[in-house]
């Protein structure tokens, strides 16, 4: 049976290094943040944290608040074999998702504290963020997104304090629990 990850987390929580850790272990990675970047090109927009904001809501208005999930579908439905998703985001789309791939579905949440994940995102090499805005989007996933009930939900929690190398064997664990 496809077993399809889905990674749910707050920005800057590991999520990327998570999913990198399931490609390690075999999985197919499908990135719903690519649907953001894939509408910038396509409108000739630069990508500053403010213009992605602005897609993403205009992607929920357009195709509601389980659009990255109903965009995304296709391409997990190409895949042969285990996926993993980086960046479920919404209530709505583990709902959708849910619906559609039922037992299939596994959600993982990576978790790290609030000042980890400022410091992160502060250094990481493309679209840093000062912490004033990593909190003002933290803030706007928890109330505009319902981005809580995902990680709530999750069926595996991940923390991420550590190293890079830690939080891959942490899911390199977790995929061997789902394996069996």
């Known amino acids: 049976m496809k077993r399809i990850l889905a990674v749910v987390g707050m920005a800057g929580s590991g999520k990327t290094v998570a999913t990198e850790g399931a490609v390690e272990q075999g999985f197919t ?3 719903f943040g690519g649907i953001t970047m894939e ?35 296709p391409k997990i439905d190409a895949i042969e074999g285990d ?3 980086d960046g479920l985001y919404s209530w709505e789309e583990y709902k ?9 579905l596994i959600v993982v949440a990576v978790y790290a504290s609030p000042k980890t994940r400022y410091e992160r995102l502060a ?9 004033e805005h990593a909190m003002a989007r933290d ?7 319902d981005k809580g009930g995902p990680i709530a939900m999750a069926d595996y929690t991940i923390i ?12 390199k664990h977790v995929i061997n629990k789902i394996k069996g």
């Not at 959708?96 to 299939?104: A, C, F, I, M, S």
């Not at 550590?162 to 942490?170: A, F, L, P, V, W």
Request: glycine share 2%; hydrophobic share 35%.
């Open 39 to 73: 509408e910038l090109k396509k409108r000739k927009l630069e990508v500053t944290e403010l213009n992605e904001r602005n897609v993403r809501e205009a992607l929920r208005e357009e195709h509601g608040m389980a659009a990255f999930a109903k965009l995304s579908i």
């Open 29 to 31: 990675p499908v990135y």
């Open 96 to 104: 959708v998702l849910k619906e559609k791939y039922k037992d299939q």
């Open 123 to 131: 250094i990481r090499p493309e679209r840093p963020l000062k912490e």
């Open 83 to 85: 996926v993993v998703i």
């Open 139 to 145: 803030l706007t996933e928890i109330e505009n997104l």
């Open 160 to 171: 991420s304090e550590g190293s890079i190398e830690q939080e891959k064997e942490d899911v």
